[in-house]
């Protein structure tokens, strides 16, 4: 911290010459600033300084701003005081006056630290820049897919239908068609990996014509799920104010790609009379409903899955660690296979060439070790223990990293939770009130105890 913006220290003549003596101070408003126009503060029972010209450069915040502070004096100690407020918080406050940046001090919370910050009104934008430094990412709050601004609606209907479709939190008929949405997807992805069984296909059926298809219940549910799939696209698309942003949208495109392959496939059927003869067209239908399985990323629409997002965005952290695993890992592989080349290589024996243990040096790192290739000499039972272990080591590495973050990010956001769901302005402790309350209702009682200052009240 700054000389000119520092907590004050025992001894400290040259800024208060009362703080050595330990006596109660005794000045007014107007004596509040000294020399340079110093301001005077007791937060949290410590005592701390700061010239005024550098409060003045936020106007808008609370310390900033003489009126708005003001109602935080207190005559008889001639200071500001805000006795609910943490040293660390207090000190973090004045280092963003000076340095234009607010970081959070490491043994406090952050639902703790924000709920405090929130009492001196800083720049919003900042308060959302700390916590994208501390690995918020607001797309995990956000409702839908597509971001939209509700002014942009033409139709005040339309706003109604979007919220309906996007967004189940809003009304009763949204939450119903979250729900059946969800029903329906859950469905869908069900009746994909059913209609595979050989018992229950039936575009593989030789002889399987269009008629026989259409009366299959499978096939009958499929079509039941695309067409309300079909349904809600269009209607999203439709009522969508910015189609251009719509469009940019990954997960619309996923729900068209959902939809496609049933109309793809739909086509075959319906230009042959039995598609179950033709082995290419057959070929054609399975690689194009493999595209159905997209459905599944549809739930997050509807059901936010956070620790999902948290999950990977802690892989995304680590991608240069992954990395360095995936390039030390590549030089192990063609290392321990020449090892094991060398010991129990040839061409009558288990490994013959170096490319052809990659396969076994790739599966004994990573301890998977399928028994398809497998030393049989003393020696090569050794290079092989030396490999695993170092694979063990490496990937563990690894995985601590990202555990470690993942650990760290969850904390994070369930404290950021946590703070969401706690914050309400009327119910919130007022350092006024309690200072008020306090000096009207008892005499006060001053401990000083290693340079720092604590005040009481005794009440009858």
Known sequence: MPFWCRKLKKGDAKERNSYGS????????????????????????????????????????????????????????????????????????????????????????????????????????????????????????????????????KHPYHAQLWDILENPETSVWAKFISALSMGLTVLSVVLFCLETLPELAYLEVEGAGAYAISRNPIFILNTICVIYFSLELILRFVVCPDKKMFAKQLMNWVDLFAVVPYFMTLTLILSDVNIGSQTSKLAAVRVIRLFRILRIFDLSRHYKLKSVGVLVQAIRSNLDIIAVLIFLLLICDILFSGFIYAVEGGPDNTFKSIPDAFWWSVITMTSVGYGDQVPQRALGQLVACVCGVVGLIFIAFVLQSIASEFHGLMKTYSEYNAYLKLYDTDRRFSSKNALTEAEDQGEEITVSVNGNEFIFKVFD
Not at 121 to 145: A, K, M, T, W
Request: hydrophobic share 35%.
């Open 22 to 153: 330990r006596q109660r101070l005794d000045m007014t408003q107007a004596q509040a600033s000294s020399s340079w126009d110093m301001v005077y503060f007791i937060a949290g029972g410590h005592h701390f300084s700061c010239p005024e010209w550098i409060l003045g450069t936020h106007p808008d915040t609370l310390l900033g701003n003489a009126e708005k502070r003001k109602r935080y004096f207190s005559a008889t100690r001639g200071c500001y005081v805000f006795p609910d407020t943490l040293p660390d918080v207090f000190s973090a406050v004045l280092e963003y006056y000076e340095g234009e940046i607010l970081m959070r001090p490491g043994r406090i919370g952050l639902r703790v630290y924000l709920e405090q910050v929130d009492l001196f009104q800083l720049d919003p934008q900042e308060v959302e820049n700390l916590l994208i430094r501390e690995g918020i990412r607001f797309e995990h709050f956000s409702r839908g897919h597509t971001h939209i601004n509700y002014q942009h609606f």
